[in-house]
């Protein structure tokens, strides 16, 4: 019987949805680096395990499908046929089961620091009995230990307590719960049926699911993509953040159809993108499959650059070219978008030195009139 998930929704609810599956011990905020970055261009769905954070703590035993049960049911509340699934440890178990017993779910599977077994059983099965009899927190700070590299532990003790602090808040029965689901859980027979396309990364020092245990499931899912983040851990998604951000997004983006059509929408919206598509000829039809593959799908699509910097480093060029047309149409879709005005003046501020001032002085006048026309009018009083 499926629980109701806590979960967090952020991002574009039209865009690709991404759903992230934390490790054992962990509740959703320790995708927060990946749930900020991905939410420009993604629907992300960070999600707590039954049994932790917000979740419901229906009594023990767990098997791992019913924590892919959870998370189907949770697809189908969302009315979302599939899914980029990302999970890590405890999450990347769940994430393979989904995609070998339901695959038409999966868009993508990214499989973090985890395993197709977590064998032996009996330690996971003692330190089940271990937990509920004295208590979650007798064994934190080891859990925390084997989730950072010495060196990052050493340099950020903040990082480290805080996350302590996240294991001590798991309720004692779902973790103890979730350690039986892990003592049972054997998908190595199931790793030929995962079709979805797959990335594996792994934490050069992660002592709990080390690369040469990554390497065997990239070996058991038909062409998956394999990387080793150094230094890293077992929560390397916190430690490397930036790396494995940037692998995620570029993953799901090269196995994302409609992706430039997509993203011009996010950009510049959807009342500019269906007048655009609506007055397309025959003549025009190539330009406009031109411009949504190339400018939209291949570069704004990139992973190397938020959004929001892409589109003041259009506003800097076109304002440069002095291409006032396009102009006008990225200003006034920046202000739609909360670009605040006082980063456009800096813009036009800036490309005024560096591209002259007649350019600028134009760029100005085209953002008074659009602050002008996107203003809410109020009635005479």
């Known amino acids: ?56 703590v229906p009594a023990g035993p767990y098997t791992v499908a019913d924590l892919g049960g959870d998370v189907l049911a949770l697809l189908d509340a969302l009315e979302l046929e599939s899914a ?12 393979q089961w989904i995609a070998a017993h339901h695959p038409t779910r999966v868009a993508t599977l990214t499989l973090l620091c985890t395993s197709a077994q977590f064998a032996p059983a009996q330690p996971w099965i003692d330190r089940a009995r271990a937990v509920r009899t004295a208590g979650i927190a007798t064994i934190a700070e080891a859990i925390v ?100 951000t940037t692998l995620i997004a570029a993953h799901i983006l090269s196995h994302t159809s409609h992706t430039g059509e997509t993203v011009r929408r996010q950009v510049l919206g959807d009342a500019h993108v269906d007048r655009s598509i609506a007055g397309t000829t025959d003549f025009t039809a190539p330009f406009q499959d031109f411009i949504t593959r190339t400018a939209w799908g291949d570069i704004w699509s990139r992973p190397g650059l938020d959004h929001r910097t892409r589109r003041l480093l259009t506003l800097a060029i076109l304002t440069a070219l002095g291409n006032e047309h396009e102009l006008d149409m990225h200003i006034r879709a920046a202000l739609r978008a909360g670009i605040d005005s006082e980063e456009l003046v800096e813009v036009f501020l800036h490309t005024a030195v560096y591209a002259g001032v007649p350019n600028s002085n134009q760029a100005f006048a085209l953002g008074k009139a659009a602050l002008a026309d996107l203003e809410p009018r109020r009635d005479d009083e």
């Open 84 to 95: 980029h699934l990302v999970g890590l440890s405890l999450g990347g178990a769940v994430g």
């Open 145 to 244: 230990g084997r989730w950072f590299t010495a060196d990052l532990a050493a340099r950020d003790p903040e990082l480290v307590a805080r996350h302590l602090a996240m294991v001590e808040a798991t309720p004692d029965e779902g973790y103890a719960a979730c350690c039986e689901a892990l003592s049972s859980w054997d998908g190595r027979a199931d790793l030929a049926r995962i079709v979805a396309p797959t990335l594996l990364v792994a934490g050069a020092h992660d002592a709990a699911t080390p690369p040469a245990t990554m390497s065997a499931i990239a070996d058991g899912i038909a062409e998956s993509v394999m990387h080793v983040v150094d230094p890293g851990a077992h929560l390397a998604n916190v430690e490397q953040a930036g790396w494995i």
């Open 1 to 56: 019987m499926s629980v109701e998930l806590g979960f967090t929704q952020t991002g574009n609810p039209t865009a690709p949805a991404v759903v992230l599956l934390g490790s054992l011990g962990s509740d959703l905020t320790m995708w927060q680096p990946q749930v900020h970055a991905l939410s420009t261009r993604f629907r992300v769905i960070a999600v707590d395990h039954r049994g932790h954070g917000k979740s419901p």
